[in-house]
Structure formats: structure tokens, C-alpha cells
């Protein structure tokens, strides 16, 4: 049972255009919600988050908007550079307590190819 | 700020061996969770532990064991290894205290079983 999805395997966008990276979800009780990036051979690295109390959170080139009644987040990067070329993962927690602690729960990752 | 250390970073093991791997948090967090990275599979939660409890557990068989030590420093082993275990395996250190946190990881060891 896949609680996260990441339908585009691959995106390729101009540099200094948009770059839109979609995430759905299932599980109601996500309260959290993350973006990663990630390079072969190195850990993820986390670039923006947004509580389910939200609907945009903004940092920098970064944007997450959340629309929780269709289950759906979106990554805006704008511009979009070459050095942004990387794998994004979506990922979610419920941090309800008791048995939710520290539990990150990932889709499978987008492929961003940034062109010069 | 020092960041998560992971040893040792590539690690090749004998199907049937034992496996320890190591973790070192980023200093003040509690909280240390470990993370599986196959192709296929993707990024899979194994366990996750706070003030040397383990708090969360995922869904993999009790070949896979860890534990924390009174300094956050965590151990994850992996017994009676086999091919399918090969795989980057991650470690995420946070405060522990909100969902909110990015946690933080480490460069991951990379476990390669022939």
C-alpha cells in the first residue's frame, strides 16, 4: 500500500522556467508534509516542509502548496537552475504520538533535469 | 555544526554475516531513525529510536535489530545477511519533538552482500 505517490518518474524543464513536482497521498492523518533532494550516493537532504494547518509555505525559489482535500502537494522551484538537477522525494509523517514517532513515509522519488 | 556521521561509508559482506552499522546524530538530537534505499523498493523506514528507546519500528524482519546509546549514538546490525539486504542504508537524526523538523541525514553506508 503506497500512502505516497510520485506519478512522474522524470521532469525536464529550461533553465529559469518552473519546475512543478507533484505528490499524492492517501493516509488522512499526515500532518506533515516534506521535500527532500538527493544525488546518488549521498543522503537526502531536506529543503522545505508544510504543516497540514497550511496551505503554502515559501522559501526562497521554494514553494509547497498543499491542497488537503485532494490529498495533493506540489513543489514550485522558480527559476529553476542546473545545479537544481537532482531526484525530489515527497514524504509525509503523522505525528500523532504513540506509535508515529519518527517515521517518514517516502514516494519514490521525481528525476529533475534542469537544461542550461 | 557537525552533521549526521554514518560509518563505515561502503561496507561488502558475505551472505549468512553479520553487519553492524553506525550512526552519530547531530549533537543535542535525541532522536535517530534508520532508512533502507533500494531501487525497487525506495526509501523504507526500519526503526527509529529516543532517549535509547526504541519508539517506531517498520515492516522487516527481526534479522534487522539497532539500538541507542545514552549519547544518541546508534548502532543498526543486520544478521544472517542476505542478498536482498543490499541497499543504502540512511540514518536521520532530529530533536524528536515535531514532525515539523526536516531530519537531517547522513551520507548513508552504502552494503553490498555477495
Known amino acids: 500500500d503506497q500512502q505516497v505517490k510520485q506519478n512522474s518518474p522524470s521532469l525536464s524543464v529550461q533553465e529559469g522556467r518552473i519546475s512543478i513536482l507533484n505528490c499524492d497521498y492517501t493516509?488522512?492523518?499526515?500532518?506533515?508534509f516534506l521535500w527532500y533532494k538527493k544525488y546518488p550516493a549521498e543522503g537526502p537532504t531536506f529543503l522545505i516542509s508544510?504543516?497540514?494547518?497550511?496551505d503554502k509555505n515559501e522559501d526562497g525559489r521554494f514553494t509547497v502548496f498543499l491542497n488537503k482535500s485532494a490529498k495533493h502537494l506540489s513543489l514550485h522551484i522558480v527559476p529553476s537552475q542546473p545545479g537544481d538537477s537532482a531526484v525530489y522525494f515527497c514524504?509525509?509523517?503523522?505525528?500523532?504520538?504513540?506509535?508515529?514517532?519518527?517515521?517518514?513515509?517516502f514516494g519514490q522519488g521525481t528525476i529533475l533535469t534542469v537544461h542550461p | 555544526k557537525a552533521g549526521v556521521t554514518q560509518t563505515p561509508r561502503y561496507l561488502i559482506k558475505t551472505r549468512g554475516q553479520q553487519v553492524t552499522l553506525s550512526c552519530s546524530p547531530i549533537?543535542?538530537?535525541?532522536?535517530v531513525s534508520w532508512y533502507q534505499q533500494t531501487p525497487g523498493q525506495g526509501l523504507q523506514f526500519l526503526f527509529e529510536?529516543?532517549?535509547?528507546?526504541?519508539?517506531n519500528k517498520g515492516n522487516f524482519p527481526g534479522r534487522f535489530s539497532g539500538r541507542q546509546f545514552s549519547n544518541s549514538r546508534s548502532e543498526m546490525n543486520v544478521s544472517t545477511l542476505e542478498l536482498g539486504d543490499s541497499a543504502l542504508y540512511l540514518c536521520?537524526?532530529?530533536?524528536?519533538?515535531?514532525?515539523?523538523?526536516?531530519?537531517?541525514f547522513g551520507s548513508g553506508t552504502r552494503l553490498t552482500v555477495v
Open positions: 493516509n488522512s492523518m499526515f500532518d506533515y
Open positions: 508544510i504543516s497540514s494547518i497550511k
Open positions: 549533537s543535542g538530537h535525541r532522536s
Open positions: 514524504a509525509a509523517s503523522a505525528y500523532a504520538g504513540g506509535t508515529s514517532y519518527g517515521k517518514l513515509t
Open positions: 529510536y529516543f532517549s535509547e528507546t526504541q519508539r
Open positions: 536521520a537524526s532530529s530533536p524528536g519533538t515535531s514532525g515539523g523538523y526536516g531530519y537531517t
